[in-house]
């Protein structure tokens, strides 16, 4: 059993920062890719940014320049440091990760989403 639990939403104002935190533990013989995707109200999920078992990431349009995907391997833990806020911002923040429980297998997890909500 593998779980993605994640912390660090809240209500920031425009141009304030957070940092999302998503743990990933349970059975786990490595983590591959891990993520950021959101879903605001009305809208289809998206991608936010997502980093490889090596580092390499990769962003959004809307996000680039502004937000910072980092991952500790030791932890199996993935961040997002969001900056320059803006209510556009306002969404779910839901964590994935590939996971394989043993060598022979691998499956995609999600977390349980954490609010992030911009305003004055």
């Known amino acids: 059993q593998v779980q993605l639990v994640e912390s660090g939403g809240g209500l920031v104002q425009p141009g304030g920062s957070l940092r999302l935190s998503c743990a990933a533990s349970?059975?786990?013989?490595?983590?591959?890719?891990m993520g950021w995707y959101r879903q605001a109200p009305g809208k289809e999920r998206e991608l936010v940014a997502t980093?490889?078992?090596?580092?390499?990431?990769n962003y959004a349009d809307s996000v680039k320049g502004r937000f910072t995907i980092t991952r500790d391997n030791a932890k199996n833990t993935v961040y997002l440091r969001m900056d320059s806020l803006n209510p556009e911002d306002t969404a779910v923040y839901y964590c994935n990760a590939y996971v394989m429980p043993s060598r022979y297998s691998s499956a995609s997890y999600w977390g349980q989403g954490t609010q992030v909500t911009v305003s004055s």
């Open positions: 980093i490889s078992g090596s580092a390499s990431t």
């Open positions: 349970g059975s786990i013989f490595r983590v591959n890719a």
